[in-house]
């Protein structure tokens, strides 16, 4: 009889089956050595027992369902250009350059997110009728695509976070991306959505703009529009440098800079640097 750990255990490495593709690899790999050191040895028995076909084209349906669903989210407005280039970014999916990523694909993964977005960026670059932002404008879409991957807190046990002060000495998360644009982009997105049919693409302003693109540990992404001053602050956060020292040397009030930084904790971009990453 299995205990409710070992059941736990053995709907992880199913939905590992099919979420992982060289996990699968692996599993069905000549001999009995396990893919992973934490797969007991009688659900390995299990895993290898299922039809290995079947069950990659079970994967590689959800798969291409998984980033579907991505790719309709973030990438709206690319979609809302295919009026003017006959180019829907979903369509990517169908492509063989999509169909050659499949063996390596890990649901969720930044790498794998990596991966489509650098085929969105060559698919939807190729696109005739580009209006001159275009390029921009997928940049942006595939910031949020690759910073929404990787693990999340799912629940959680812990205490809230004590408050920053003055003297607290937070650190960016390696995941937060900065954006330096040429076009407001930003300004750009509700137009692309409600512009009427017409012979040409809405036009953009051109004006430097510098975003922050981030995600909570519940994988909520957030995107910040940032004044120089701003970027100045986040920059000298490294884990060593006070808020107060921080603030001090982008000339921003402490006061100001102590509510910033918990703006920036809650949105994902900093945390305490001695915080644990979020696991899956």
């Given at each position: 009889?299995?205990?409710?750990?070992?059941?736990?255990?053995?709907?992880?490495?199913?939905?590992?089956?099919?979420?992982?593709?060289?996990?699968?690899?692996?599993?069905?790999?000549?001999?009995?050595?396990?893919?992973?050191?934490?797969?007991?040895?009688?659900?390995?028995?299990?895993?290898?027992?299922?039809?290995?076909?079947?069950?990659?084209?079970?994967?590689?349906?959800?798969?291409?369902?998984?980033?579907?669903?991505?790719?309709?989210?973030?990438?709206?407005?690319?979609?809302?250009?295919?009026?003017?280039?006959?180019?829907?970014?979903?369509?990517?999916?169908?492509?063989?350059?999509?169909?050659a990523l499949l063996p390596s694909v890990v649901l969720g993964s930044r790498d794998t997110a990596e991966r489509v977005a650098a085929l969105l960026a060559d698919y939807l670059g190729a696109a005739p009728h580009l209006p001159p932002y275009a390029e921009e404008l997928v940049r942006y879409q595939n910031a949020q695509l690759v910073v929404e991957a990787g693990p999340r807190v799912w629940r959680s046990d812990d205490e809230e976070p004590a408050p920053f002060t003055a003297e607290s000495a937070p650190v960016r998360e390696r995941g937060a991306?900065?954006?330096?644009?040429?076009?407001?982009?930003?300004?750009?997105?509700?137009?692309?959505?409600?512009?009427?049919?017409?012979?040409?693409?809405?036009?953009?302003?051109?004006?430097?703009?510098?975003?922050?693109?981030?995600?909570?540990?519940?994988?909520?992404?957030?995107?910040?529009?940032?004044?120089?001053?701003?970027?100045?602050?986040?920059?000298?956060?490294?884990?060593?440098?006070?808020?107060?020292?921080?603030?001090?040397?982008?000339?921003?009030?402490?006061?100001?800079?102590?509510?910033?930084?918990?703006?920036?904790?809650?949105?994902?971009?900093?945390?305490?640097?001695?915080?644990?990453?979020?696991?899956?």
């Amino acid at each position: 009889m299995t205990t409710a750990h070992g059941d736990r255990a053995l709907h992880d490495a199913l939905i590992r089956l099919l979420a992982d593709a060289p996990f699968r690899d692996a599993l069905h790999g000549d001999g009995d050595r396990a893919p992973a050191s934490d797969l007991a040895p009688e659900h390995r028995a299990v895993l290898r027992s299922v039809d290995p076909e079947r069950v990659r084209r079970f994967a590689r349906f959800l798969a291409r369902q998984y980033y579907a669903e991505r790719i309709v989210h973030f990438h709206r407005y690319s979609r809302a250009l295919t009026r003017w280039t006959g180019r829907a970014p979903e369509a990517v999916l169908r492509t063989p350059e999509f169909e050659a990523l499949l063996p390596s694909v890990v649901l969720g993964s930044r790498d794998t997110a990596e991966r489509v977005a650098a085929l969105l960026a060559d698919y939807l670059g190729a696109a005739p009728h580009l209006p001159p932002y275009a390029e921009e404008l997928v940049r942006y879409q595939n910031a949020q695509l690759v910073v929404e991957a990787g693990p999340r807190v799912w629940r959680s046990d812990d205490e809230e976070p004590a408050p920053f002060t003055a003297e607290s000495a937070p650190v960016r998360e390696r995941g937060a991306l900065v954006l330096h644009l040429t076009w407001d982009i930003p300004a750009l997105l509700p137009t692309l959505l409600t512009a009427p049919a017409a012979e040409r693409p809405p036009d953009a302003r051109r004006a430097g703009v510098a975003l922050l693109v981030a995600r909570s540990p519940r994988a909520r992404v957030s995107v910040l529009r940032c004044s120089r001053a701003l970027l100045d602050f986040l920059e000298r956060l490294d884990g060593t440098a006070t808020i107060a020292a921080a603030a001090d040397a982008a000339r921003l009030p402490v006061s100001d800079a102590v509510e910033i930084a918990h703006t920036l904790r809650e949105a994902g971009a900093l945390r305490a640097p001695h915080a644990s990453a979020p696991t899956t």
